[in-house]
Structures are given as C-alpha cells and as structure tokens.
C-alpha cells in the first residue's frame, strides 16, 4: 500500500467513526430519519474505500465456502474475474453474490418457502431445454396439430 | 370422460422422431392421458411465462419426458419431448459446502401432483437463478 492510499484509508475510517457516533446520537435522541440519513453517509465512504478487487482465500471467507468452490464458481460465472495471475475477482460481484447467498440460507429456514422456491427453480431448469419454451408458447397460443402416432 | 391430445406445432418434429422404446412408452403415456387426464401426468409446473396454465411433467420414459397444457374441451397439448437428467450429484464441485444446496439434487417425486393446483406464493425469481447457477453440472 502506498502512502497516499494509506492516508486516504486513514481518511475513510474517521468518516466513518465520525458518521457512526452521528448515527449513535440520532439513534438515541429518536431520530430515525437523521439516523438512516447518517448511515447512507457510511454507505458512501464505505463505496468510497472498498477495493475494487479481492483474492480467492477472501472472498471464500466472505462467502463462507472453500477456496475450490469459489474458484468453480467463477467458472460458472458466478462472480467476475478481474485478473488470472495472481487470481482477483471483482469485489462487487463477490459483495452481489454474498447478498444472495445470504437470502437464499434465509429462505431455507422457512420450508414452505424453500421447497416452493426449489420446484420453481426445478421448472425453470425443464423449460430452458431446447425448445421446451418454445413449445410452450406454441401450446398456450393454440397452434396446436393433430397427435397421429404410427 | 375422454380427453384429445394434441401436439404444439414445434413439438410436433420431436414427437416424429421418437424411436424404438421411447416411441412405445410415448404411445403409452398419450393413451394414459387421453383416458385418465391430469393423473396420467407426474408432476405440477409453474410455466412461468406469466400464465395461469396447468402444466405438468410426465416421465415416460427413462430420462425421457414430456411437457404437457391442459387446455379448455378437455384438450391436452403435448409441449415437449425430450430428455432431461435432473438427478445431478450435488454433492460435487464444491456445491456441498454451502449446506442448504444439499436439497437441490432431491427427487422429483417430491414435486406436487400433476392434478393440484401449484403454490401460488411469488418466486424469488434472483435466488431461482441463483440455485440453478450454484447447481454442480450434469456428470
């Protein structure tokens, strides 16, 4: 780290003590409105600081899975590749994934939820077969033909 | 009751080229269909195209299936025909370290009957994507 970015990290951590005691005041004399206006303040210099890239041992610990699964993932497109030697990826594209991961582990504690949510997938796998949509249509639109088998 | 069955117009050339065995089971599930109607089916799908329409899965043969619309005068349209291998492992390329992924490889058996009506709870259409992409590749 140079010593430009070392002052502009030591620059973004007093935003942020200072927006967080903000916050803490808010909070405590009732303003909800002030507080979530000071917390948007953190969002910013949060975006402001953040790296624009993140190893594999990272972003494996962000998301709370092994180094080969974060690296099959990124095969799969799953987060974007910001280099090839030394690894990085994208740090929003492993923040985006572990937002969802986080809400797909939510909707698991809920069953109903779940179970719904893997027949749906399920379907949507069926349907992305080779003319599987297309048939759909097909059949919804009525353009339909005679079933002669021989 | 009867019902007719008919073939979607760009379903027809797959239903043609069915051969040997997969052609008899075909013949057999489209004679099922026409006597018995929505029991005849496997499984209830969401289209997912927006619709209200009952829609199900039918395995007729291996991993041979078929999509079918039960439309109005009894009439039940044949969508697809093809192959499809839904019993991936997902216990391979890391998929089990995210523990609840460990749901994804379940049976279809598990899916409501043809003749229910489905869940009408909205999909979360991101975490669909989201499964299907963290889902391991066919082996």
Redesign the interface.
């Known amino acids: 780290m140079t010593r430009r970015e070392q002052r502009a990290l030591a620059a973004g951590f007093i935003t942020l003590e200072d927006t967080l005691h903000r916050t803490e005041d808010a909070l405590q004399n009732g303003s909800v409105k002030q507080a979530l206006s000071e917390l948007q303040e953190t969002q910013h210099t949060v975006a402001a600081m953040r790296p624009a890239t993140i190893d594999v041992a990272q972003a494996a610990v962000a998301l709370g899975v092994s180094e080969p699964t974060v690296r099959a993932w990124t095969r799969r497109g799953l987060m974007v590749l910001a280099s090839e030697q030394p690894t990085m990826l994208t740090f929003s594209s492993v923040v985006d994934l572990r937002h969802r991961l986080q809400r797909l582990r939510e909707t698991a504690g809920d069953t109903k939820r779940w179970q719904s949510l893997l027949a749906a997938a399920a379907d949507q796998r069926e349907l992305a077969e080779p003319g599987a949509r297309e048939g759909l249509a097909d059949a919804l639109a009525g353009n339909t033909e005679p079933l002669i088998l021989t | 009751m009867t019902f007719t069955?008919?073939?979607?117009?760009?379903?027809?050339p797959?239903?043609k080229a069915l051969r040997g065995k997969a052609k008899d089971k075909?013949?057999e599930a489209?004679n099922r269909l026409k006597h018995e109607g929505c029991a005849a089916g496997d499984y209830r799908?969401?289209?997912?195209?927006g619709?209200e329409?009952h829609?199900c899965?039918l395995r007729f043969y291996a991993d041979w299936?078929m999509?079918i619309?039960f439309?109005e005068h009894n009439?039940i349209?044949?969508?697809?025909v093809?192959q499809?291998n839904?019993e991936e492992n997902p216990h391979v390329?890391?998929?089990a370290?995210?523990p609840?992924l460990a749901?994804?490889g379940?049976r279809?058996e598990?899916?409501?009957p043809c003749c229910d009506e489905p869940?009408k709870?909205p999909?979360?259409q991101?975490?669909?994507?989201?499964?299907?992409?963290?889902?391991p590749?066919r082996q």
């Open positions: 069955v008919t073939v979607a117009a760009r379903a027809k797959r239903v075909f013949a489209v799908m969401r289209a997912s195209d619709s329409a829609m899965g299936r999509h619309v439309a009439e349209i044949v969508a697809w093809g499809h839904d390329d890391g998929a370290d995210v609840q749901d994804i379940r279809r598990d899916q409501p869940d709870a999909i979360d991101e975490l669909a994507d989201l499964i299907n992409a963290l889902r590749p």
